[in-house]
């Protein structure tokens, strides 16, 4: 079984920063992803990161988002810089144990998911 904890989400004015962490637990998967949904709002993929490095973003937080991971540590950051009030949204953790053959970034392509942490930005 794979579990997956997130962790660093809070409050901050637009402009400011954060790192969200998720620590995965369990058997290996294939790749990882933040995916972020706001109230009344669809699930989307904000980025994504498989076994080789690849990594894929949502057009808008490219720029601003990075995706990384510490494979000692098990661990995947998202750090966010330039936040925006329009990435105010629970952010979740996700893992697919599935091999696409490139970095997925659509809800449907993950099996394991996080219990989400809330990202809010005030303007």
């Known amino acids: 079984q794979v579990q997956l904890v997130e962790s660093g989400g809070g409050s901050v004015q637009a402009g400011g920063s954060l790192r969200l962490a998720c620590a995965a637990f369990?058997?290996?998967?294939?790749?990882m992803g933040w995916f972020r949904q706001a109230p009344g709002k669809e699930r989307e993929g904000v980025a994504s990161?498989?076994?080789?490095?690849?990594?894929m973003y949502t057009d808008s937080v490219k720029g601003r988002f990075t995706i990384s991971q510490d494979n000692a540590k098990n661990t995947m950051y998202l750090e966010m810089n330039s936040l925006k009030p329009e990435d105010t949204a629970m952010y979740y953790c996700a893992a697919s144990s599935i091999d696409y053959g490139g970095v997925p970034l659509r809800a449907e392509q993950y099996n394991y998911w996080g219990q989400g942490t809330q990202v809010t930005v005030s303007s």
């Open positions: 369990g058997y290996t998967t294939s790749c």
């Open positions: 990161i498989d076994s080789d490095g690849r990594r």
